[in-house]
């Protein structure tokens, strides 16, 4: 595993052995189109994300954010198009999905946690599996994790014991203790209690703040204005718009994201 500071060549990700100078942008995807049948759910996307990049995505339902953020993490395959993850072509046959997620996280509205496994193990079991690390070395990040973010007394807890909220930063902290370059977060509040919403957006807010590259799929429009380096307005499988917060959330130029965000106004939800 790469640390932080080191980005991953093509080796991290195809286990061969050719030099590889490491590229600047975490994500370059250049008109990537996805189908579902007869379905096309983007339609030649293009977007870069740079190091430390906080890029919020928003939009209606519908509009591709999410099954963009699943062809980032190789749980789709384009159909069209390129994605480059730090440099590295994800089309090539080469590219391992396994060694990919290694290194970009990915956390989802369901909580996905293993109901049969306490806290502990939840976050402990993808570092010991898949990175090798040893137990006790696991366990003692992993307790370290679950203290920054309020859950160190929940450790011994199993998931049908915990609220919403608590179940959430758990997923967070499972995904972020794989120490991933690059953290998708998928409507990550959508199926929580409007009271539980404030704790999960504090742990995004402080893993913004300490250089973590995120991209969010997400509905809450005051948050992704206030941590976002980049905002994408997607409609249709497109990205209409795309900016700075101030940018897109003052001045939006395109017709559609005008319309959506006064919507959004008119609901008392901007």
């Keep these: 595993m790469s640390d932080s500071t080191t980005p991953p060549t093509s080796d991290d990700l195809t286990n061969t052995s050719s030099e590889v100078c490491p590229q600047p942008l975490v994500v370059d995807a250049h008109d990537v189109i996805k189908r579902f049948g007869e379905r096309e759910v983007l339609r030649s996307v293009t977007l870069h994300v740079a ?11 519908g509009s591709g954010k999410s099954t963009l ?6 749980l789709e395959r384009i159909d ?20 990919v997620r290694r290194h970009v996280g990915i956390v989802f509205q369901a909580f996905n946690l293993f109901p049969h ?8 079991l993808g570092p010991t599996k898949a990175l090798q690390v040893d137990r006790k070395v696991a366990e003692e990040k992993a307790m370290d994790l679950l203290s920054r973010f309020g859950l160190k007394d929940k450790a011994a807890e ?17 995904a972020i203790a794989m120490e991933p370059e690059l953290l998708l977060l998928d409507e990550i509040t959508s199926a929580l209690d409007p009271e539980l919403v404030a704790e999960v957006l504090d742990v995004v807010r402080e893993l913004a703040q300490g250089g973590m590259t995120m991209l969010l799929a997400t509905h809450e429009m005051n948050f992704a204005r206030d941590v976002s380096t980049k905002v994408c ?14 940018q897109i959330f003052t001045a939006p130029q395109d017709p559609r994201t005008q319309q959506f965000l006064r919507s959004l106004t008119a609901a008392g939800r901007l």
Aim: proline letters at 5%; aromatic letters at 4%; glycine letters at 12%.
């Design 51 to 61: 190091p430390h990049d906080v890029v919020s995505l928003i939009g209606a339902s």
């Design 69 to 74: 953020l699943r062809c980032l993490n190789l």
């Design 80 to 99: 069209g198009g390129r994605i480059s993850l730090f440099g590295q072509d994800l089309a090539d046959p080469d590219v391992r999905g396994e060694l």
């Design 117 to 124: 496994k306490n806290v502990l193990d939840n976050v402990t």
């Design 158 to 174: 199993y998931p049908d014991r915990l609220s919403g909220g608590q179940q959430q930063r758990v997923a967070i902290v499972r």
């Design 233 to 246: 307005f997607l409609a249709d499988g497109e990205i209409a718009e795309m900016g700075t917060p101030a």
